[in-house]
């Protein structure tokens, strides 16, 4: 981590790191996607409480932005798969610092935050 007042160029290049992983689903989806490549409906099983409509677009903006990567099949009926690109698997070391902070530092669910 840089200091405050450091080169603006790192600060930038974080915040906009930020503002895509702090995107509600974005590493969670990332997550599942480590494991291989899933259908839609796995993905949504995988991730109870999100909607088909939040899962669609999420996964609509990570392919835009190159780090899903969507594959169709010429199947009857079509089969769609997701999976990590390279620029995706690039983000699983925060996935798994997040994982591992969060398994030493924060309480389970059930217990209440402070």
Known sequence: M????????????????ARLVAAKWTLLIIGHLARGSLRFHELQRNLPGISPKTLSDRLHQLDSLGIVSRRVYAEVPPRVEYSLTEKGRALLPLVNSLEQYGQQWLPPDDSPMP
């Open 2 to 17: 840089t200091p405050s007042g450091s080169d603006p160029a790192q600060s930038e290049a974080a915040a906009r790191t």
